[in-house]
Structures are given as C-alpha cells and as structure tokens.
C-alpha cells in the first residue's frame, strides 16, 4: 500500500520539494534546469529515495552546479558503482539563464537554492530560484499565516 502512494505522488510528477527554502528565503525568480545523472540515481529518484533540504546552486567557470542534494542509492541497483548520495551534480541550463543568475547572486543578500525535482517527460527536472534570505520576524508571520489558514479549514469544515 505504501508504494501506492509513492506512486500517486510521482504521477503529478513531483519527485520532491525543498520546503525549507520556501520557508527560510523569499523566492524571486525561477529557473527549470535539467540535470547530468548516473543510472542508479535515476533509478533512485524513481523509488523516491531524494531529499533536497539543505540542497542549493554554486555558480563555477560558467557552469552551475548542485550541492546537498541527498540521493540514496537502491542497494540493488548500485552493486557495481561505488555511490556518492551528496555526489555534485551539473546544472543544464542556457547561458544567458546562467548569466542572470549570476549577476543576481553577485548581488548582496541573493542565493540560487534548489526549490523542486520532478519529471518532464522522461527527464528529470530541477527547479532552481533566485531567493533572498528572510529575517526571522517574516518566517514568524509565514508560520501565522499557515496557522490561521489551518484555523480557517477546520471552521469551514465544522461550522
């Protein structure tokens, strides 16, 4: 029953999210990015075993690059291959898209962190944006603000 779900969840094609970006930083501008994987990752991605929490774009002699993003290899798919998880993965994007970036990252108070992962036909896809960092007041009023929508949906539902 458990690979049901897992199922459904990569049916919309949403591999995963990085909610914590969405809650330390304010997304500004968003890329799609494809990205350079091994066999066993692919595999891995399509058993679910991807987290992106910490994960986030280091900008290097014109390339991109993703750092953090944790995926653990299937113990039988990846018996040949010695398996990095937190392995650096290239970024595919254009270069006038890298060049954007770049400039925005030389800016004072922008990060380029990874934002989701899912399936555009049989590739895998990186959404990346441009973020600034929030001060600790913002993620106090995001997280009232998730509150009082909760708040909300449980007086709709019993009144």
């Excluded at 094609?13 to 990085?18: F, K, S």
């Excluded at 970006?21 to 990205?35: C, S, V």
């Excluded at 990095?84 to 990252?105: G, S, Y």
Aim: aromatic share 6%; hydrophobic share 40%.
């Amino acid at each position: 029953m458990a690979t049901q779900s897992r199922k459904a969840g990569t049916a919309s094609g949403t591999i995963a999210v990085n909610k914590r970006a969405r809650f330390d930083y304010e997304l500004a501008e968003k890329f799609e990015a494809g990205l350079v994987l091994e066999g066993w990752e692919v595999k891995a991605i399509r058993d679910g075993n991807v987290q992106l929490t910490d994960s986030y774009v280091l900008l290097r002699d014109g390339e991109a690059w993703l750092l953090g993003a944790n995926i653990v290899p299937l113990t039988s798919a990846s018996t040949h291959v010695v398996a990095d998880p937190q392995r650096t993965r290239k970024l595919l994007l254009h270069a006038r898209e890298l060049a954007r970036i770049f400039a925005a990252t030389q800016q004072k108070g922008f990060a380029c962190v990874a934002t989701a992962l899912y399936w555009k036909g049989n590739k895998v896809k990186c959404e990346i944006a441009l973020a600034r960092g929030k001060k600790s007041h913002d993620k106090r009023a995001t997280t009232r603000d998730r509150e009082w929508d909760r708040q909300k949906q449980r007086i709709m539902k019993h009144g």
